[in-house]
């Protein structure tokens, strides 16, 4: 569920971040983001989203292309840019991130996105003035690559990996990440087609992406608990297990935002029942 939080955004040598002060709701990963738009979790709730906070575990029994090479190595979540020319996300402490390893981020457009879903947009390894490989995404290139444009109001599936597990397409790697600080845009030799896969597994822990420009996704209703693509018996079967569980229980199962699973949360389930999206 979405819960408030003050984020301080301080200047990051080299990419123009200003000292401000953000407000802007957190979305817990909950209960576990997928490697691949398929799996994607879907960010839900009203207004602004300022944090992502999630971790990456490592190995696991769950298969190739589900979870990356063999286990939990990557996360995606599924947002929507309503600003892109306020657009950044960060594992940068000061400006309001936290990672306590190495990490990597990755834009791909999403399934309302005029190219279609999945391509590569932006890719960073380390922020300028980065501390422990932290990372930064904004709203351009800085490798000389052609500039892919963000669109307002569009999803985007935003990815984070360990260093040094990187996207791939059916023809190769999408971004060609030639220094470890570049903002590279998708010019490796896959960079036009789909994100399919990860090359390799990397490192793992605890993160906080810290999002400017960014809302809930609106493309699923958020009676889709369990992130699956379907509103159906699963999602009411959570919301029955938390029946009169206040808000932020188990799987969002508050479904509009009033701090009790009740009825209304049930009304809404059953409207929006048999709901098939991306």
């Known amino acids: 569920m979405l819960r408030g939080k003050r984020i301080v955004c301080s200047v990051l040598a080299g990419a123009g971040l200003c000292s401000v002060a953000l407000g802007g709701p957190t ?43 063999s286990g939990d190595f990557q996360d995606m979540y599924l947002i929507k840019i309503v600003d892109p020319l306020a657009f950044v996300a960060t594992t940068f402490p000061g400006a309001g991130g936290s990672a306590n390893f190495d990490t990597q981020l990755f834009l791909f457009t999403g399934p ?20 422990a490989g932290e990372s930064l995404l904004t709203n351009n290139v800085t490798d000389g690559s052609m500039h892919p444009q963000l669109l307002a109001d569009v999803h985007y599936y935003l990815a984070i990996s360990g260093f040094n597990s990187d996207p791939v397409s059916p023809t190769g790697n999408i971004f060609n990440q030639a220094t470890r600080t570049e903002q590279s845009g998708p010019d490796g030799m896959g960079g036009s087609d789909q994100i ?17 420009g960014v809302a809930a996704q609106t493309l699923c209703p958020n009676s889709d608990i369990n992130n699956d693509g379907v509103t159906d018996t699963a999602d009411l079967g959570i919301l029955l297990a938390n029946f009169g569980a206040p808000g932020g229980a188990d799987f969002n199962a508050d479904l509009n935002f009033d701090g009790v699973v009740d009825t209304a949360d049930l009304g809404i389930l059953l409207s929006t029942f048999g709901v098939v999206c991306p």
């Open 27 to 69: 979305w817990p990963e909950n209960p576990e983001a997928g490697a691949l738009p398929a799996t994607a979790q879907k960010v839900y709730g009203p207004g602004a989203v300022g944090t992502i906070f999630g971790s990456l575990g490592g190995p696991g029994p769950a298969p190739i292309g589900v979870r990356g090479i």
């Open 112 to 131: 309302d996105h005029p190219a279609g879903p999945g391509l590569g947009i932006f890719a960073n390894d380390e922020a300028p003035g980065a501390l």
């Open 196 to 212: 399919n896969a990860w090359d390799a597994n990397g490192d793992v822990g605890d993160y906080a992406i810290s999002l400017q």
